[in-house]
């Protein structure tokens, strides 16, 4: 979790950099055009022709570096989306207010993305009995699909699935395992 | 609580050796209320080849330890060493004329199996008897035709003849036990003979396949897939190979038979809540069962059918809770421990195995329908989970992990003889019981 807010963080900062420096070069390539101008009729005829081309260039590599820059925004929101799981005390489904917060986000994501449907999976430590954890994954996994549901997204684009203890993202024997698997994780289908 | 209980239990023992001697002379083969404590010895000696050939010469020693093997299975007999037999096989006979009980009452064996063994050709004729040494009584003799391959069959006979003439119960040795193993890289559905022999693989679904659960009458079992996607309930003729699988929305969770009926109950959560409801034998919807908010769960029936022992988070934990189907009312079973799932009611109606996890580990409890002296029969063994009961209610199988992975073991009704029941690759876990109606 804690890579891709590093990851969010540095492209926040990257971003407008790389459009700034884009500016910038538009503003070189002006200056550098509008030289030879004056100088004669003829040369001024010669001399717009090389300054539009030479302006459309520029403008379609900045469009071009900017569609990179969404593209790439989009998607680490999307792996965001996707990799960051929402976590749960032991034998409880309760949303606490970290995956409430999570939660928001990923509703504000299916918001801006209406095209997508997603499967909420509710899993479970291995500790305790694999029927009675097959219930609570399904309870987990329906907690989150209210409360995305409460915050407008349409239950139609949201299908529950329990794996219960069957699919653990930690086979580790301790607390820190079975913590990351006490989860709610969301797959775009 | 446990300590009440064995306490009562030593008082009991102490008071038994009170008692006269001379009940001794009337033999009570075996106190069903723990036959387990007091082993009946019993010695099986080499059978005899009682016709002309060598065929049947090469059966008598290893058929006789089948059945002895057979035979210790149960838990109720202590089985006598062959090295401290008085008797000379060459002299003595089969029959009760020809034998001479001294030899074995002088060795300690309070009942004496011999077998003769006649090999002709393909056929293949064996007689067996179970003898009272002290009264030097022939308990029951029984004569067989068949097949040298028949021989485990003739020995599973005979074993289900001597535990129904010491017990009055048909015994488990028709039976076979259904269980979850990975080893394929995935989890499958298997079967085994009561004591692990004859593996058999019966799903190749190559997914999450579990919870197995046979019909009374042994010809379905139904279990759990996620195949299809989200945990769905198959039920799987054993005759035809054909399975249906049943049609609601969710989680589907646990399936049990009826007792004597082609019903099942089920956990599902079409709902939004997870509920259990009763369904036919071929997944149609009957009615619903529990109605409270929260998770129910793993039920298992009475054998009359009549009140349902099940899993519920409502009061905060997950508990048991028995509910009478003809009253509807609710009550609970487990107040002690704050984890108790997967109950199995015993096929002789008085006793609840449950799984009770506490103190980082997970325990196989016995206790009363009525809620009364709970037993924990494992301790300090990893983790022990899912029992469930022979069909004559005196031995109990369960999975542990007390060896590393988790495999399936057996334990008498009262937590003694805990073996293992087999090793297969990978891991295996949820054994379940058939009836005893399987051969």
Same mark, same amino acid.
């Given at each position: 979790?804690?890579?891709?807010?590093?990851?969010?963080?540095?492209?926040?900062?990257?971003?407008?950099?790389?459009?700034?420096?884009?500016?910038?070069?538009?503003?070189?390539?002006?200056?550098?055009?509008?030289?030879?101008?004056?100088?004669?009729?003829?040369?001024?005829?010669?001399?717009?022709?090389?300054?539009?081309?030479?302006?459309?260039?520029?403008?379609?590599?900045?469009?071009?570096?900017?569609? /990179?820059?969404?593209?790439?925004?989009?998607?680490?929101?999307?792996?965001?989306?996707?990799?960051?799981?929402?976590?749960?005390?032991?034998?409880?489904?309760?949303?606490?207010?970290?995956?409430?917060?999570?939660?928001?986000?990923?509703?504000?994501?299916?918001?801006?993305?209406?095209?997508?449907?997603?499967?909420?999976?509710?899993?479970?430590?291995?500790?305790?009995?694999?029927?009675?954890?097959?219930?609570?994954?399904?309870?987990?996994?329906?907690?989150?699909?209210?409360?995305?549901?409460?915050?407008?997204?349409?239950?139609?684009?949201?299908?529950?699935?329990?794996?219960?203890?069957?699919?653990?993202?930690?086979?580790?024997?301790?607390?820190?395992?079975?913590?990351?698997?006490?989860?709610?994780?969301?797959?775009?289908? | 609580?446990?300590?009440?209980?064995?306490?009562?239990?030593?008082?009991?023992?102490?008071?038994?050796?009170?008692?006269?001697?001379?009940?001794?002379?009337?033999?009570?083969?075996?106190?069903?209320?723990?036959?387990?404590?007091?082993?009946?010895?019993?010695?099986?000696?080499?059978?005899?080849?009682?016709?002309?050939?060598?065929?049947?010469?090469?059966?008598?020693?290893?058929?006789?330890?089948?059945?002895?093997?057979?035979?210790?299975?149960?838990?109720?007999?202590?089985?006598?060493?062959?090295?401290?037999?008085?008797?000379?096989?060459?002299?003595?006979?089969?029959?009760?004329?020809?034998?001479?009980?001294?030899?074995?009452?002088?060795?300690?064996?309070?009942?004496?199996?011999?077998?003769?063994?006649?090999?002709?050709?393909?056929?293949?004729?064996?007689?067996?008897?179970?003898?009272?040494?002290?009264?030097?009584?022939?308990?029951?003799?029984?004569?067989?035709? $068949?097949?040298?391959?028949?021989?485990?069959?003739?020995?599973?006979?005979?074993?289900?003849?001597?535990?129904?003439?010491?017990? $009055?119960?048909?015994?488990?040795?028709?039976?076979?036990?259904?269980?979850?193993?990975?080893?394929? $890289?995935?989890?499958?559905?298997?079967?085994?003979?009561?004591?692990?022999?004859?593996?058999?693989?019966?799903?190749?679904?190559?997914?999450?396949?579990?919870?197995?659960?046979?019909?009374?009458?042994?010809? @379905?079992?139904?279990?759990?897939?996620?195949?299809?996607?989200?945990?769905?309930?198959?039920?799987?003729?054993?005759?035809?190979?054909?399975?249906?699988?049943?049609?609601?929305?969710?989680?589907?969770?646990?399936?049990?038979?009826?007792?004597?009926?082609?019903?099942?109950?089920?956990?599902?959560?079409?709902?939004?809540?997870?509920?259990?409801?009763?369904?036919?034998?071929?997944?149609?919807?009957?009615?619903?069962?529990?109605?409270?908010?929260?998770?129910?769960?793993?039920?298992?029936?009475?054998?009359?059918?009549?009140?349902?022992?099940?899993?519920?988070?409502?009061?905060?934990?997950? /508990?048991?809770?028995?509910?009478?189907?003809?009253?509807?009312?609710?009550?609970?079973?487990?107040?002690?421990?704050?984890?108790?799932? /997967?109950?199995?009611?015993?096929?002789?109606?008085?006793?609840?195995?449950?799984?009770?996890?506490?103190?980082?580990?997970?325990?196989?409890?016995?206790?009363?329908?009525?809620?009364?002296?709970?037993?924990?029969?494992?301790?300090?063994?990893?983790?022990?989970?899912?029992?469930?009961?022979?069909?004559?209610?005196?031995?109990?199988?369960?999975?542990?992990?007390?060896?590393?992975?988790?495999?399936?073991?057996?334990?008498?009704?009262?937590?003694?003889?805990?073996?293992?029941?087999?090793?297969?690759?990978?891991?295996?876990? @949820?054994?379940?019981?058939?009836?005893?109606?399987?051969?």
């Amino acid at each position: 979790m804690r890579k891709n807010i590093w990851l969010a963080l540095a492209l926040a900062i990257i971003l407008p950099t790389m459009l700034l420096t884009v500016s910038c070069a538009k503003k070189q390539v002006d200056t550098g055009t509008m030289a030879p101008e004056p100088a004669a009729e003829q040369p001024v005829a010669a001399a717009v022709v090389p300054t539009d081309d030479a302006d459309a260039k520029a403008r379609m590599e900045a469009e071009r570096l900017q569609a /990179q820059e969404e593209e790439r925004a989009r998607m680490a929101a999307r792996n965001a989306f996707i990799n960051e799981d929402v976590y749960f005390e032991f034998d409880s489904a309760a949303l606490l207010p970290m995956a409430q917060n999570l939660l928001s986000q990923k509703a504000e994501y299916m918001r801006a993305m209406p095209g997508i449907n997603i499967s909420i999976e509710g899993h479970c430590d291995e500790r305790g009995t694999d029927a009675y954890n097959l219930a609570l994954g399904q309870r987990r996994a329906d907690a989150v699909k209210s409360f995305m549901v409460n915050l407008g997204i349409s239950a139609s684009r949201l299908e529950t699935i329990s794996y219960g203890e069957e699919r653990p993202a930690d086979f580790g024997q301790n607390e820190e395992a079975w913590a990351k698997n006490r989860r709610a994780h969301f797959s775009i289908y | 609580m446990n300590g009440m209980k064995s306490t009562v239990g030593l008082i009991c023992v102490l008071a038994a050796l009170c008692l006269p001697t001379g009940l001794r002379a009337e033999i009570k083969y075996l106190d069903l209320t723990n036959p387990f404590i007091r082993k009946i010895p019993m010695a099986v000696p080499v059978f005899q080849a009682t016709g002309p050939g060598d065929a049947a010469v090469a059966q008598v020693s290893s058929f006789a330890d089948e059945l002895q093997a057979m035979l210790e299975f149960s838990g109720y007999f202590k089985m006598l060493n062959r090295g401290s037999f008085l008797h000379d096989p060459q002299r003595s006979g089969i029959t009760k004329a020809a034998i001479n009980f001294l030899n074995w009452t002088t060795v300690g064996a309070e009942l004496l199996i011999t077998g003769g063994i006649q090999i002709q050709g393909d056929e293949m004729v064996v007689e067996l008897r179970l003898f009272d040494t002290f009264k030097a009584d022939l308990l029951v003799g029984k004569r067989y035709r $068949g097949t040298e391959g028949d021989r485990r069959t003739i020995a599973r006979r005979f074993s289900t003849e001597v535990l129904k003439t010491l017990t $009055g119960n048909s015994g488990f040795y028709d039976s076979r036990l259904a269980f979850v193993s990975n080893g394929s $890289g995935h989890k499958e559905i298997y079967t085994c003979d009561f004591d692990g022999a004859n593996v058999q693989r019966l799903t190749q679904k190559r997914s999450i396949t579990s919870f197995p659960a046979w019909s009374s009458d042994g010809k @379905h079992l139904a279990f759990t897939s996620f195949v299809n996607g989200p945990s769905q309930i198959f039920i799987h003729n054993l005759g035809n190979g054909q399975e249906v699988h049943v049609r609601h929305k969710g989680v589907q969770i646990a399936p049990e038979w009826l007792p004597g009926k082609f019903e099942l109950s089920a956990t599902l959560s079409f709902t939004g809540d997870q509920e259990i409801y009763m369904l036919t034998g071929t997944g149609k919807m009957i009615k619903r069962l529990t109605n409270s908010r929260g998770i129910d769960v793993g039920a298992t029936w009475s054998p009359d059918g009549k009140k349902m022992a099940f899993v519920s988070k409502r009061s905060g934990r997950p /508990q048991i809770y028995i509910k009478e189907i003809n009253t509807g009312r609710v009550h609970r079973l487990t107040f002690e421990g704050r984890y108790n799932t /997967q109950p199995s009611w015993s096929p002789k109606g008085d006793l609840i195995a449950f799984s009770a996890m506490g103190q980082g580990e997970i325990n196989i409890v016995v206790i009363d329908v009525d809620g009364n002296n709970p037993v924990q029969l494992t301790r300090n063994q990893g983790d022990n989970e899912a029992p469930s009961w022979s069909p004559d209610g005196s031995l109990i199988t369960f999975s542990s992990t007390r060896e590393g992975k988790s495999r399936i073991y057996v334990m008498t009704a009262f937590g003694t003889d805990q073996r293992r029941l087999l090793a297969m690759p990978g891991a295996q876990s @949820h054994p379940k019981w058939s009836p005893n109606t399987l051969y």
